[in-house]
């Protein structure tokens, strides 16, 4: 049995403007210790796919339409509020993009380490606090006896992300989902903040949720990738699968995105189009608008179908446009094609 | 190769997109329903105030002893004060005065504080910190005490009460306007429009000025019920508008003295001010909801 | 810590210098004279009353020899109450005063924080819409108009409460929730607003997926930053119940010390008037310290400088 199994899981947000799908239909599983990256640009429903495991989205105007999350044989998306309580901070963790404003600007480090502990555990202050101290050592925070009982203004945007992890991993928890943990801060610092986030993994055996837009993050830290676009899933797999032989055309869009597998001296590549309006009502393949792909035709509301290629390796099976053919060829027609609109990057950085 | 965008196409640019933020807040604004009903009944109060004297029978001056106070009736319709003064006209009066008071004293604070904070926002530097920090002093005054001893010091005149309360109200107006120049300064098409070398009036005019408008106006309509409410505290004081004219503050008074007796003395002149207070406030907050949509509550 | 509450203090001692020397001219340019009463005084005798308070030098002196004395805590007599000194009067009356404003700013705080919590907590349901119209209608009837109609329904109309004088706690009633209610009003709105900015907060949604309780959310995470509007405008909150006293003392009859103040810069009794400004004065600076004070201890980002 998996340790998360999630099916259908469909997240919509009513606003006055109309009804966003950000998460329309979405499905994975995670075993113990695995890490999975879900991949996808802005809008695309990654982020608040993970929100909608631990009911975390703001309801309203975001509710959970339907599906299941199996969580080690409970649904998630059906219990109490006591009862999600109890599994979150102490059995699912979790970690967040801005960490300048993911700590409480007005409470020590220490009470908010303690805090996580506490909540779940009958511990002494005392306890905690050494417990505390020895989190923060553990995720690499230098004189952390002394720092544990700073203020979070006194750290930096790196040291906020590792306090963040020490944080979520102090009550040693089976899943840690983190929510794009690097986006934000400074390049120099993301490799080590992914390799604390690696090691703590193999310390405890966590199953980890890794969210990002950046495909080369997945490519050194995942088992395995979920890409979402526009709320839907386009491929899934290993992360060899999805590298090596990718095959939907977002995929292989997404993969040409990355600086450094690219020729020195060459243009970087920009997928052609704008992300999708989730408010506007799903029709097909929701990257369909944007597909570089000669089309056949129309999808005409139809959604693809999600074919097995083997070995867990699925991809939304888009009949409408020809997607045998080599990437490098149909991209160079569609930038020829393609004047307006502009081209637009793939995620503007927050 | 598209030809490079010019500064000042910026420039322009995010003036166009000032007047679609207009209309954005125009019709965020009217789907308010409150500030919607607000601003009708606050223009219905307006109207009553400055038409209704015209057409009423009565004068507000015009005494008649040996009427004396009497209830509401088909003659009187608010009824009449202890000298058999029609008290419909008089609250129309005081109406007028309260609303004046209110307008002019704005203005005073306005002229005030956006001198004040534009100078020392635009200015910037040491002498921003010290302008602002003598507000910070100021802040921490009681002028109440101040404009009792002022009006008792140089008589009750309706222009000294302008000048008296204009010059309390002003400290928040300059820190909004001071903080909105700051602001606007660092941005692109202010820097776009000073390397085009345009003079500092048509900066000021043109790109300033127009972009802080929105803030000044939603401070502005919530300062003028403060006013009105400093001005009709005075008048209760016996230290505002002095007999035979009257406020709705001087009319509260009247009516206070006499509410064991002639109740009706008090209600009405304190419903109509409270109703124009609570007007004034609604419209205050819608256009801020409205203006800045981030600071709207859900 | 120390260094900034002396500068602070400093500070305020600097602006009750300034407030003392504005009253004192204000005072001084008012036309007439203290000693000056309805009942005809012969000239020299109303010059050598004069004489005798100093009123025969030029006003630059006696803007000196007042503030050694006031220094020294000597605030003179009373020009129009015969026989009685100003130090006397405050001490008669301060304390009614003192009682009134603390059980009003009780009430302000008490009823305030805790609705402008509850309105944040349960936003865009009846708990948050009904205590803030309430609140509205609060803010838009102040003290002069709340008084009146407070004591027309209560005293007047349904006979509950007394409507004037000073004998008791059913006499506080009144003049309490007038000059309390107010207040409750613009606190329950300032506490709404920094509550909600707070419960907006990314942090707010690290703590829920700790597993927090959202009570503990609320008043641990939540209330330190959420109240600090709400103690930032602690100090005009002072100062607007001491001005407002000067109307509901009048309304209610309390003999407090508001009453005196206009009566006595109307018949420009000059050392009362000092006196008064001067304690006034002196207790908002007070407020106003504390306030920085507590703004800085709760919150850690803002140094001592």
Known sequence: ?350 | MPPPISAAEIADEALVEGSSLWKDAWSRLRKNRLAVGSLFTFIFIVLFCIVGPWISPWEANTQDLFLGATGPSAQHWFGTDTLGRDLMVRVMYGGRISLLVGLVATLVALSIGVIYGATAGYVGGRTDSAMMRFVDLLYAIPFTIFVILLMVAFGRSLWLMFVAIGAVEWLSMARIVRSGVIGLKKQEFVEAAVSLGYSHRRIILRHLIPNVLGPVIVIATLTVPAVMLLEAFLSFLGLGVQPPDASWGVLINEGQQNMEIYPWLLIWPAAFFATTLFCLNFIGDGLRDALDPKSAKD | MLKFVIARLLQGILVLLAIYAVTFFLVAATPGSPFSTERAIAPEILAQIEAFYGYDKPTSERFFTSLTNVLQGEFGPSAVYANRTVTQIIAESFPVSLLLGSLALLVALGIGIPAGILAAVKRNTWLDYIPMSVSMAGICLPTFVMGPLLALLFGLILNWLPVGGWFGPEFWILPTATLGLYYAAYFARLTRGGMLEMLNQDFVRTARAKGVPETTIVLKHCLKGGLIPAITFLGPALAGIISGSFVVETIFQVPGLGQWFVRAALNRDDFLVLGLTVLFATLIVIMNLLVDIAQVALNPRLKYD
């Open chain 1, 1 to 350: 049995m998996p340790l998360l199994d999630v099916n259908d899981l469909t997240t919509h947000f009513h606003t006055r403007d109309g009804v966003v799908r950000a998460v329309d239909g979405v499905s994975f599983h995670l075993d113990r210790g695995e890490t999975l990256g879900i991949v996808g640009e802005s809008g695309s429903g990654k982020s608040v796919t993970c929100y909608s495991l631990l009911r975390l989205i703001p309801e309203p105007p975001g509710r959970i339409e339907r599906g299941t999350a199996m969580f080690d044989g409970q649904d998630l998306l059906q219990m109490s509020p006591a009862e999600l309580r109890r599994i979150r901070g102490r059995r699912i963790s979790m970690i967040f993009q801005d960490p300048m404003t993911s700590l409480n600007p007005f409470l020590r480090i220490s009470t908010q380490l303690i805090e996580a502990l506490q909540t779940h555990q009958d511990i002494s202050n005392k306890d905690a606090l050494k417990k505390a101290t020895a989190a923060l050592e553990e995720v690499g925070i230098p004189e952390a006896s002394k720092r544990v009982t700073g203020y979070p203004h006194e750290f930096s945007g790196g040291m906020r992300q590792r306090v963040m992890i020490a944080m979520a991993l102090i009550t040693e928890p089976d899943l840690l989902i983190a929510d794009e943990p690097t986006t934000a801060l400074d390049v120099t610092v993301q490799a080590q903040i992914l390799d604390i986030i690696k090691q703590r993994q193999n310390d405890l055996g966590t199953a980890v949720i890794l969210v990002t837009h950046d495909l080369g993050v997945v490519a050194g830290t995942c088992d395995r990738v979920l890409v979402m676009y526009g709320g839907q899933e386009m491929e899934s797999g290993t992360a060899e699968q999805i590298f090596y032989a990718p095959r939907h055309p977002y995929t292989r869009a997404l993969q040409k995105t990355i600086p450094s597998l690219q020729t020195k001296g060459q243009e970087l590549y920009t997928i052609p189009g704008l992300p999708p309006d989730a408010s506007k009502p799903a029709t097909g393949c929701a990257f369909f608008p944007r597909c570089p792909y000669p089309k056949n035709r129309d999808p005409m509301g139809e959604r693809p179908d999600l074919v097995d290629l083997g070995e867990g390796h699925c991809w939304a099976a888009c009949g409408y446009c020809d997607s045998s053919a080599p990437i490098e060829s149909v991209l160079a027609k569609a930038d020829e094609a393609i004047v307006d609109p502009l081209p637009v990057e793939v995620e503007t950085a927050r």
